[in-house]
């Protein structure tokens, strides 16, 4: 091989040992932003969700919400109602300083029937009491004064029952959920002598589980 074509390759070599050094600090280049863009976004997205969490509990708590409520009047207290066993009109309003025991029911309503045998059971063990008052409230657009009135007869339930009407069973289900007119669910409350209303657990109650939930209310002073 003569000296020229010896020359030629030597330069050939030499190009390709040059652009390989050229090229090697290539890889460090690339890592480099890499590694920062790829973690710096996932520490600052763990951030916007860590951070408001301790100041949000608070606003959106509701621990003090149901207190405020039910210390105010609901409107419902003031809507006047008759009772079917003796024709008198009253609101609730009227029987402050009373316990009063609230159950919607409807005629047609077995559930509510049973209930109401406990509610009689009830006033048998409490007696006579010018402190404590029950109100069946039946809450069926569908049923009248006439119909509940023969209703009650028919079973020997002398306390008070009402025709709700139909912005007492909206502020009702508003208030206190949507089951408070569903009579199956033998929805009922107490409200103690100050005027504040405790919903009851769902489903029929004992008459003993009844006096249990009244009797604090009873031996509280106005």
Not at 140 to 168: G, H, R, T
Not at 184 to 191: E, G, N, Q
Request: charge should be negative.
């Amino acid at each position: 091989m003569n000296f020229k074509y010896r020359v030629l390759i030597l330069i050939v070599l030499l190009s390709f040992v040059v652009s390989a050094c050229g090229g090697s600090g290539s890889p460090d280049a690339m890592n480099k932003p890499e590694d920062t863009t790829m973690e710096k976004p996932a520490d600052e997205s763990f951030e916007s969700q860590d951070t408001p969490l301790p100041d949000a509990m608070p606003e959106t708590s509701d621990s003090a919400m149901p207190d405020e409520t039910m210390a105010e009047t609901p409107a419902w207290f003031s809507v006047a109602m008759t009772d079917v066993n003796t024709g008198a009109s009253f609101t609730i309003n009227d029987l402050k300083g009373k316990v009063i025991l609230v159950e919607t029911m409807a005629v047609w309503c077995s559930n509510c029937f049973r209930q109401q045998t406990q509610v009689k059971a009830l006033h048998e063990t409490l007696g006579d009491r010018d402190d404590f008052v029950s109100i069946g409230m039946d809450i069926d657009p569908n049923e009248d004064a006439s119909k509940l009135q023969s209703f009650i007869s028919s079973n020997s339930f002398d306390w008070m029952y009402v025709v709700a009407p139909a912005d007492v069973s909206r502020d009702l289900a508003s208030l206190y959920g949507g089951q408070f007119l569903n009579p199956p669910s033998t929805p009922m409350l107490i409200i103690d002598r100050h005027g504040i209303a405790h919903p009851l657990p769902f489903g029929i109650k004992s008459a003993d589980d009844l006096l249990q939930a009244i009797q604090p209310h009873l031996d509280e002073a106005m």
